[in-house]
C-alpha cells in the first residue's frame, strides 16, 4: 500500500522524473517493466502512468499521426522510415481506421524509446477523420501526417524541423 501511494506521488511529481521527455519516457517504461510481477498494483497505477506519459510526450517536438487502412506491409514501411530518422524526438499515433492492426506492429518504435499508440476505429472512417481522431491525441508541438505506405529520408524530420526553428513557420 505505501509503495503504491509513493510511486502514484512519483508518477504525479514532474521534479521525480528526468527533465528530458524521452528520458522520462525511458524511465516510466523501466518503472513499468519492474512491475510486471504484480499486475495488481500495475493495474491500480495503470491511469498514473498514462497520465505522467502523456505529460513527458508534451515535451516532444513532433507528433507523428499515420491514418492507416491497408496492408501491414504498408503500415511497417512507413515505421521502418520513422525508426531511421536522425532525429528521434517524437511520438507515434497510427489510426487503424476500420481495420486489425496488432499492436506488436508498434515494438520496434517503443524498443528504440519513442512512445507510440494504437487507436483502433471500429468502422472505416477516412482518412480525414482519421487523420482528426490521431491529432487530438497528440501532444507535440509540429503535427506531422504520415501515410501509411509512405518512405521519407532518415533525415527528413530532421531537416523540417530545423527549417520550421529557423525560419519560425508554423507549417513546413
Known amino acids: 500500500m505505501a509503495a503504491r501511494e509513493l510511486l502514484k506521488s512519483d508518477l504525479a511529481d514532474d521534479q521525480a522524473l528526468p527533465q528530458q521527455p524521452r528520458e522520462r519516457l525511458a524511465m516510466l517504461k523501466r518503472w513499468e517493466q519492474q512491475l510486471v510481477d504484480h499486475p495488481e498494483l500495475l493495474c491500480q497505477l495503470d491511469a498514473d502512468f498514462e497520465q505522467a506519459r502523456r505529460r513527458s510526450a508534451s515535451g516532444l517536438d513532433v507528433s507523428v499521426v499515420i491514418p492507416f487502412h491497408g496492408r501491414i506491409n504498408e503500415l511497417e514501411v512507413a515505421l521502418r522510415a520513422l525508426e531511421a530518422q536522425t532525429n528521434q524526438d517524437f511520438e507515434v499515433v497510427v489510426v487503424a481506421d476500420g481495420c486489425d492492426v496488432d499492436e506488436s506492429v508498434l515494438a520496434p518504435l517503443r524498443a528504440r524509446e519513442i512512445p ?13 477523420h482519421a487523420r482528426v481522431s490521431g491529432a487530438t491525441a497528440t501532444s507535440g508541438r509540429f503535427l506531422w501526417f504520415l501515410d501509411h505506405d509512405d518512405s521519407v529520408d532518415a533525415s527528413y524530420l530532421e531537416l523540417m524541423l530545423d527549417r520550421a526553428n529557423r525560419t519560425e513557420a508554423e507549417v513546413v
Open 116 to 128: 507510440a499508440s494504437l487507436i483502433v476505429l471500429n468502422e472505416c472512417k477516412g482518412a480525414f
